[in-house]
């Protein structure tokens, strides 16, 4: 799961990143950074939440 949502957020991060150079949309990267970066804590929050340690996978 952790390896998949790496691999999810960088395909959606470039697809935004080609989206923006090809002037397909206008983006404020730091006014949305200014905004939203508690969410960032939360999905930090939930991914480790649901993210197995180590003691499940050895029993």
Do not use: C, H, Y
């Amino acid at each position: 799961m952790k390896g998949n949502f790496a691999a999810i957020a960088l395909i959606a991060l470039g697809a935004i990143a080609l989206a923006v150079n090809l002037d397909l949309f206008e983006l404020d990267l730091v006014g949305l950074i200014k905004k939203w970066w508690p969410l960032v804590l939360i999905l930090l929050g939930v991914g480790l939440f649901f993210t197995p340690d180590d003691q499940s996978k050895k029993r």
